[in-house]
């Protein structure tokens, strides 16, 4: 072993903060594990392949090992070693055998390589969890790197974009640009090709206000789909919560991803990371040993009671993170706080929320972790999105989040779909969604915005696959199909899957149009799945969680095809109307109970023939049609109101125009999307619908005085 030029032994150095921190003249080192009895630090070459030094921890201050190395800095590339019981039995998986990741660390150096030298015990040997294996895993594992987080940020400002004026766009890093043509090859699928102004520009002639990035946290490959060839493409298997993904920076520096989040503030719109803090790529009791598992299992996850050797698992991974356990929760917290602060992101979108919200064993809005973040002054001020369900016994929690949460609306989904496929019975609950979904989310002073609406997201089929196949085609995936929701309210409208039929495809543009109008017009904040403004398709998959291919890859070619272009052009009309509109983007729930003007409330229900809807009628599953007006008294006196006709019939129908008659403008058709606003004749009482069709008219309310 080749000595480097530090000293034989660390100082003292300080047990705050966690990780790695240079301070100009050398590093401390700061790991937390409450029941290790020694942490080494291990310093590689500048690749990470030869070890050069071993250092042991020398001090031990409220369950923090620490120690400083002078002369080190910014490049040094290190693991850490801990000793301490193998005891599965009582939770404790220690090995010191098994080099590990520092939780806290700030950038990784290599990759994965499967082995079965990554096991705390010995695989496949029959007697899991007691098999103790003496097998180096060094070579197999990434390493941390020591960074300088100083970044030039100039008169970088948040958009801070208010909640009610949002509209986010979710993508894939890497799928968003990986074939774009007119960006250099080495830079596609990065943040250097994020912050290209033709992807910035894009963005902003749809009207996007935020991009929702997939996790681009430090992901770990799953060994069952390297195994096939495949990849774990989403990033849902963090290995790494303080590191950008080292793929998706084509400098190999963070301050790659620093520069694009500073470009796309500079264009006004705000960065949302999805985050998943749930559980880590570590997997179950039978999976490697990278980080936290070895540095203190009993501390870091969820472990059953009766049998400490198990994993509680509430995420379907696995795994469960403790974030009941304080020094669990400060790591969370303190990742958090470093892409807000370091990195400058406006908002985070948490996977699995339900989660990172149980308390022993159920789901409490109370919950620390949720305590944590409401009143922290950094982190409060942030957009934050829940996915408000895990798939642990009583994990669906949809509207159940603590105030100062959006969260993703699923039955704003299903209900959206199954009404545009022409189900029965989706009148009453499609109310509900569009006017926010106030039964669900209207409590403890919650607004409309705090409800996502949206018709398709990474997780299922994508806008255009919803209207062209009935079943999912997972089995590229290599699990049989069995794997992805078989509930997609989908519907192929007359063939499976890509068709030359003109009456089909003009069928199928019709409700495409129909559900994403809905998605922005209603109450709410509207998320739009990257490249459904073109029609991308996944093919049928549902689940293409594994397929970093030209599966999930945008196909901006297909983009510019005169279909693909107009419904961009489609979705890019109905945001500027929402961003055009006031009273399509409320801030304040309506509730049907103010009289804004003689007949008129602040939102009424009608059927096609202008009546206001009776509770039989509400009950009766073979009415398909619906009318929604809207109206708001803006602060110059005037009380517009939009009117919605939606007609999810295979018929054109003739709706007949709601009391009180005021000059309205046809602003949207969504059977005619090419055709201009233009005004309602004044002599006309009734509207056409077209089959499949939303149809939007406006009333200025110049014509109703206080």
Same mark, same amino acid.
């Given at each position: ?48 392949? +030869? ?20 002369? *080190? ?232 009671? +009766? ?56 789901? +409490? ?117 069995? +794997? ?167 018929? *054109? ?17 969504? *059977? ?20 499949? *069709? ?13």
């Amino acid at each position: 072993m080749t000595r480097p030029p530090y000293p034989d032994v660390l100082l003292p150095g300080r047990d705050r903060p966690l990780g790695a921190s240079w301070d100009g003249r050398g590093v401390n080192f700061a790991v937390f594990s409450a029941h290790a009895e020694r942490i080494d630090v291990c310093l590689f070459d500048a690749g990470g392949r +030869d070890e050069t030094g071993r250092y042991t921890l020398p001090e031990y201050t409220d369950q923090v090992w620490h120690g400083y190395l002078p002369e *080190a800095g910014p490049g040094t590339v290190y693991g850490l070693r801990a000793f301490g019981p193998y005891a599965p039995e009582h939770g404790h998986r220690f090995n010191p055998n098994k080099l590990l990741l520092d939780p806290y660390a700030r950038a990784l150096r290599g990759e994965i390589h499967w082995s079965d030298a990554l096991y705390g015990f010995r695989a496949h040997s029959g007697a899991e969890g007691f098999s103790y294996d003496r097998r180096d895993s060094a070579a197999f594992v990434p390493k941390a790197v020591v960074t300088d987080e100083a970044f030039g940020w100039g008169d970088d400002r948040p958009p801070g974009v208010p909640w009610p004026d949002t509209v986010i766009y979710e993508a894939h890093l890497r799928g968003l640009t990986m074939l774009r043509e007119d960006i250099a090859p080495s830079l596609r699928g990065t943040f250097a090709a994020l912050a290209d102004p033709r992807i910035i520009d894009h963005l902003l002639r749809l009207g996007i206000t935020a991009i929702e990035l997939l996790p681009v946290q430090a992901i770990g490959q799953d060994r069952f789909l390297v195994q096939q060839g495949l990849r774990n493409y989403w990033g849902y298997n963090t290995l790494g919560f303080f590191a950008p993904e080292p793929a998706y920076l084509a400098s190999g520096l963070g301050h790659e991803m620093r520069r694009a989040v500073r470009r796309l503030h500079v264009a006004g719109i705000e960065v949302i990371l999805d985050v998943v803090y749930n559980h880590t790529a570590e997997g179950s009791e039978t999976g490697p040993t990278l980080s936290w598992r070895g540095l203190d299992n009993a501390s870091y996850y969820r472990l059953a009671p +009766d049998d400490p050797r198990r994993c509680l698992d509430v995420t379907g991974t696995g795994n469960t993170l403790n974030l009941s356990h304080p020094r669990v929760l400060q790591m969370v917290m303190d990742s958090l706080r470093h892409w807000a602060e370091s990195y400058h992101v406006d908002g985070f979108r948490f996977d699995l929320a339900a989660a990172l919200g149980r308390e022993a064993y159920d789901f +409490d809005p109370g919950a620390g972790f949720f305590d944590a973040i409401r009143q922290d002054p950094v982190l409060s001020r942030l957009k934050l999105i829940a996915e408000p369900w895990d798939v642990g016994n009583g994990g669906y929690r949809l509207g159940q989040h603590p105030p100062g949460f959006a969260e993703w609306n699923d039955r704003f989904r299903d209900t959206v779909r199954r009404f545009w496929r022409d189900d029965p019975g989706q009148r009453p609950e499609l109310a509900a969604r569009l006017a926010g979904s106030r039964d669900i989310l209207g409590h403890a002073g919650r607004r409309p915005w705090a409800s996502i609406n949206y018709v398709a997201c990474h997780d299922g089929f994508t806008l255009a696959d919803l209207v062209a196949y009935e079943r999912k085609r997972n089995e590229a995936n290599g699990e049989s199909n069995r +794997d992805g929701s078989d509930a997609n309210w989908s519907r192929d409208w007359g063939a499976e899957g890509p068709t030359e039929d003109a009456a089909i495809l003009a069928c199928r543009a019709r409700v495409r149009r129909a559900m994403l109008a809905c998605a922005f017009l209603s109450e709410g904040t509207p998320m739009l799945l990257g490249g459904d403004e073109f029609g991308r398709s996944q093919a049928g998959n549902n689940n293409p969680y594994c397929q970093d291919n030209a599966v999930t890859w945008f196909d901006w070619a297909g983009a510019a095809a005169p279909e693909a272009r107009a419904f961009t052009d489609f979705a890019a009309r109905l945001i500027a109307l929402r961003r055009a509109q006031p009273v399509l983007r409320w801030p304040q729930y309506r509730t049907g109970r103010y009289e804004l003007a003689p007949g008129l409330r602040d939102i009424d229900w009608f059927n096609e023939q202008a009546r206001a809807i009776t509770p039989e009628e509400w009950n009766n599953p073979e009415v398909r049609t619906l009318v929604l007006r809207r109206a708001a008294r803006l602060p110059d006196g005037r009380v517009p109101m939009v009117t919605m006709m939606l007609n999810p019939t295979g018929e *054109a129908r003739q709706f007949a125009l709601p009391p009180p008659r005021l000059p309205a403008r046809l602003l949207l058709d969504t *059977a005619a999307p090419e055709a201009a606003e233009r005004d309602l004749d004044p002599a006309a009482h009734e509207v056409t619908v077209g089959a499949h *069709a939303l149809v939007l008219l406006l009333s200025d309310g110049s014509e109703i005085t206080p």
